[in-house]
Every structure is written in C-alpha cells, then in structure tokens.
C-alpha cells in the first residue's frame, strides 16, 4: 500500500512546493534558536510565497515583481493577525510568527507551485526597476547599517511604542502600530535592539516603496513608460 502511494506521488508535481516548504521549516528553526538576522529571511520568504499566489494567473506574476514586493506581502499579513489578535486581548508573542508558516504550507500542499505561467527573464521595464531597486536599496539601507536607531525622526516615541508592544504582548494605543509591530516580533525573534528594527524596517520600506506605486500608475494608465517617470 504504502509502495503503491509512493509510486502514484507526482514528485514533479510537488517538487518546487517540497522545495518552499523545506526552506520555510529551515527558517522556521531560525527563529527558534533566535538566529541573527533571521527575521528579515523570513519576512522575504514568506512574502515571496504570497506575491506568487496573489499574482498567479495576472500579468504581474512575475519574478522581480514578486522579489521586490515579498516584504509588504509578509508585512501585511503579520499585521493584520497581530491587529487581530489585539482587537481580542490575546497577547502578541513569538508564536505569531509561525501561523503564516503553517498556514502557507498548508497552501503548498493544496496547491502546488507551477512556474509554467512565470515570467523568470525581466523585460526592459523589470530590468529598470531592479536597477532602481539595488540603488535605492543601498543608498537608503546599507547607509544606515552602522547606525543603532533612527536620528531623524521620533526614535524615541517609536522604539518606546515597540517595546511597550515587545513587553507586554498587547497594543494599547491606535497610533499607525504597524511599523511598532514588525519591530516587536522582530525582537522576538532574534534579541536585536528594537531601535535598530525601527531604523532598518523604516528605510527598507522607503526604499521600495517606488514599487508598488510604479504598479499602479501602470495598471491605471496601462502605460509602462509613463509609469517609469
């Protein structure tokens, strides 16, 4: 019976979903041992595996697009269980971070990754945008790596919000949480300074914050050029 099963599994099928869930319980183990850095892997990860399932089957599925927009996606998600998690008391701890995990493997299962419809090579406009993408990203991210906390505005309002968040599991204010949030779980997840979380997350999101406006202007006007001014 159980030869027979293995016989019948359609191992090309599920080759890519194999290959996504294995890394996401390798990141997984990350968290758990607290490894530096981990955070920002599993924030990528998890929101690539999102871009791919929101954009499938829409001209946007393609690689740069969901490379470039994986850390909203996994973002969004983490604040939208915490905010909900919060509207009921249940204090925000570290095992939040594992529901998208179980959830997306659960997906990967019932659906698995087919690249057929996948647009791997970028076009001149994919290729412009990964070209802003490194600059930006090095100019407002790498910049401030030796830097422990923000200096340019409110660090102190902020990481107090976060680690108010970080302390206490509960958020108990309405001030646009979601950044205090991240760096919250982000503290959970591997020990490093809530301030430094404020100063990275800040400036990785201004630093791709081009993309999706680059996607709408270019879904609305339905014009690539123009959306690249």
């Not at 990350?30 to 530096?36: D, P, T, W």
């Not at 269980?81 to 179980?102: D, E």
């Not at 107090?160 to 970080?166: D, H, M, P, S």
Request: one cysteine or more; glycine letters at 6%.
């Amino acid at each position: 019976m159980k030869s027979k099963l293995l016989r019948d599994f359609d191992y090309k099928k599920y080759f890519l979903s194999i290959v996504c869930g294995t890394i996401l319980i390798s990141i997984n183990i990350l968290l758990l041992f607290r490894m530096q850095y981990s955070f920002y892997f599993y924030l990528f990860f998890i929101g690539g595996i999102l871009a791919y399932y929101i954009f499938d089957k829409t001209k946007c599925l393609k690689l740069w697009i969901i490379l470039t927009t994986s850390l909203f996606w996994s973002s969004a998600l983490l604040i939208l269980l915490s905010g909900l998690l919060a509207t009921f008391s249940i204090p925000i701890r570290s095992w939040v971070l594992y529901i998208p995990s179980i959830l997306l493997i659960s997906v990967l299962i019932k659906y698995p990754i087919d690249i057929k419809g996948l647009e791997i090579r970028p076009k001149l406009d994919g290729l412009v945008m990964i070209g802003f993408t490194v600059i930006s990203f090095i100019s407002h991210v790498l910049s401030v790596r030796g830097f422990v906390a923000p200096i340019l505005h409110d660090p102190i309002s902020h990481a107090t919000w976060a680690k108010q968040i970080y302390d206490t599991g509960l958020i108990n204010y309405f001030y646009s949480p979601g950044l205090h949030i991240l760096a919250a779980l982000g503290k959970m997840a591997d020990g490093v300074y809530i301030s430094k979380y404020i100063l990275i997350i800040t400036n990785i999101f201004n630093a791709l914050i081009f993309v999706p406006v680059y996607l709408f202007i270019r879904s609305y006007f339905k014009d690539k050029k123009f959306a690249l001014l």
